[in-house]
């Protein structure tokens, strides 16, 4: 019985963490405000909302899926949204103009190595 209500919470707390970040990505200015709230406030939602249901329907297949899950998730997620960026702001993509500065260096295009020489 405990089990549920803590279930309950856990995902509750994880679709209200979606919302909040759904209404970042909605609010926000500029690309690189938004991809902060598409990537940090889902990671962790979709940690309590994974953690809600292997508690809920608990057992080892569940858990090794969840526990799998949370992994590529809390990995892919962070290298994306640099990936993202990285191109928005070789690509000049205008920044908000509350922003002071700007800590990349401006590089020539013959400077970029992508990929293999």
């Not at 990671?43 to 953690?51: G, H, Q, R, Y």
């Amino acid at each position: 019985m405990i089990v549920e209500w803590i279930a309950a919470v856990l995902i509750i707390a994880g679709a209200f963490l979606m919302m909040i970040a759904a209404l970042g990505i909605v609010r926000f200015r500029d690309v690189y405000l938004r991809l902060h709230a598409a990537t940090k406030a889902p990671s962790l939602a979709s940690l309590l909302l994974i953690a809600g249901i292997v508690l809920q329907f608990f057992s080892l297949p569940v858990l090794i899926k969840g526990l799998l899950i949370v992994l590529f998730i809390f990995i892919t997620a962070p290298i994306s949204s640099h990936m993202i960026s990285r191109v928005g702001h070789l690509m000049h993509v205008r920044q908000d103009e509350r922003t002071h500065r700007d800590e990349l260096p401006e590089q020539d295009d013959d400077d970029q190595n992508i990929g293999p020489s």
